[in-house]
């Protein structure tokens, strides 16, 4: 438990010195189409066929992202280093490789696949399947306009907290994750079945759709009772429960309906507390399910009946404040009610999205999502200066 102590001590103090740092700003208007210093580049789709074997259909990604990845968990085992005298890194690549093969199918060879086609240990490649589950921060959106169609949009944040480059004011690893962002299109029968935006080298889902069908982001759950624990126990040989990240792509892959992924999103074991934000094909289809380890707290709906035109969810339950050093929830409101549901649209979500501090310097890309359309866009943001580190 050790490394989670003085993670949890460098959040606090750096969230305790941002209340002086923070800026708020007006929300944004006109951004879309992206363009300009917050918009860093357009997402290169690929293709992962799913009639191959697990181990051969990430092939192509991590060849043409090789050295990006190297990159990439190069800098997080020199963040290791300072836990445990270095104990840690030689742990990740003496346990995890074991741990892999308790992982199910079809996860545990598309990891065994990716690391060696990119030469990277096993171990560390499982850590950084790991990695994601525990170190996202993000604001998803869906709305309903007044024509009943439903837009599903997210800002995904990455971030340890750690690695803060003085030279440049940002987040190493938030920088080193950009270049690996990528769009796939999942394929049965050259067919497409869903499509994701996904970390290359990552084989769990945070942010896909299933065109015609539905839309699913994740959010992590910080919860200081229970986060970390399964994950833990997972490791230790108690494997009760499911990768969060594995379930969003066992849905998107198998899932055939709103309804049917909304029972598997309530219903299913997992490791970690998480919000599930799921969007629909028709007016009145879309949630957020606060989701414990065992059960699920609740499921928020959208209903016009009530004036409830949009679900908002951060890191927070929305029954709940927010934590006052990571108010994200306050300013993303305020936008919104502002737009009115008159007048959104991805476009203007698009402007909430990139409005300070729900754009922050931990802010990986912005995903807009429509589910009648089939459409799925990402885009890499910055957050030039002045902006908030999150
Ligand atoms: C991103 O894609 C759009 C639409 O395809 C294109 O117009 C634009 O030039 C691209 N921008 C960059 C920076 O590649
Ligand atoms: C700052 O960014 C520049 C250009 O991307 C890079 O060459 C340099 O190494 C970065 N500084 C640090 C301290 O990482
Ligand atoms: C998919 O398309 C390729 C080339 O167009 C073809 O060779 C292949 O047989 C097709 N596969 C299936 C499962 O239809
Ligand atoms: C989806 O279902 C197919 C067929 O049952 C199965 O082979 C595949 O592993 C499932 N996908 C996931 C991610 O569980
Ligand atoms: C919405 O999804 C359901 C379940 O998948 C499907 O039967 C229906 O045809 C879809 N409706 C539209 C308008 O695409
Ligand atoms: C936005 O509107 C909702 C519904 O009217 C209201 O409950 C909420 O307090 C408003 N939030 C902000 C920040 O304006
Ligand atoms: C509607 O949204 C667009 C796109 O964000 C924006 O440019 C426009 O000013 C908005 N119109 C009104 C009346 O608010």
Same mark, same amino acid.
């Given at each position: ?84 005298? %270095? ?87 938030? $920088? ?43 959010? $992590? ?15 230790? %040989? ?14 998107? $892959? ?122 799925? $866009? ?13």
């Amino acid at each position: 438990m050790k490394p989670i102590s003085v993670h949890d001590f460098i959040v606090i103090s750096l969230c305790l010195f941002s209340q002086f740092v923070r800026g708020l700003e007006d929300c944004r208007s006109g951004m879309y189409p992206p363009k300009g210093p917050t918009f860093k580049g357009n997402v290169t789709w690929y293709t992962v066929n799913l009639d191959l074997p697990p181990s051969e259909r990430w092939t192509q990604v991590i060849k043409d992202k090789n050295t990006e990845l190297i990159t990439m968990v190069q800098t997080i085992k020199d963040l290791a280093k300072g836990f445990l005298d %270095g104990k840690l890194v030689d742990l990740v690549d003496e346990e995890l490789p074991l741990i892999v093969d308790t992982l199910p199918q079809p996860f545990r060879d598309e990891i065994k696949g990716i690391a060696a086609v990119s030469g990277i240990p096993l171990g560390e490649i499982t850590l950084f399947n790991i990695f994601y589950e525990v170190f996202t921060v993000c604001t998803s959106i869906v709305a309903e306009d007044f024509n009943g169609n439903i837009y599903h949009a997210r800002n995904l944040d990455f971030g340890l907290f750690m690695g803060w480059d003085r030279q440049n004011k940002t987040w190493t690893l938030t $920088e080193k994750l950009k270049p690996l962002v990528v769009n796939v299109n999942f394929q049965r029968g050259n067919k497409t079945i869903f499509k994701s935006t996904n970390f290359a080298g990552y084989v769990g889902i945070l942010t896909g759709i299933r065109p015609g069908e539905f839309s699913l982001t994740m959010n $992590e759950r910080f919860n200081f009772d229970g986060g970390y624990v399964g994950i833990l126990e997972w490791i230790l %040989g108690w494997r009760d429960g499911m990768w969060m990240g594995f379930l969003t792509r066992k849905v998107l $892959e198998n899932a055939t309906s709103y309804e049917d992924a909304k029972d598997q999103l309530s219903l299913t074991k997992l490791l970690a507390p998480a919000y599930f934000i799921l969007g629909g094909n028709r007016s009145g289809q879309g949630c957020v399910i606060t989701r414990t380890r065992i059960n699920t707290l609740d499921i928020w709906e959208l209903d016009m009946k009530l004036g409830r035109w949009y679900v908002l969810e951060t890191n927070y339950d929305h029954w709940d404040e927010p934590m006052i050093f990571d108010d994200r929830r306050t300013p993303a409101m305020k936008c919104m009610n502002r737009t009115t549901q008159a007048n959104i649209s991805l476009a203007s979500i698009y402007d909430v999205l990139s409005t300070k501090p729900v754009l922050n310097k931990l802010t990986t890309y912005t995903s807009l999502m429509e589910v009648s359309a089939g459409s799925l $866009e990402s885009y890499i943001r910055d957050c030039p200066n002045p902006c908030t580190p999150w």
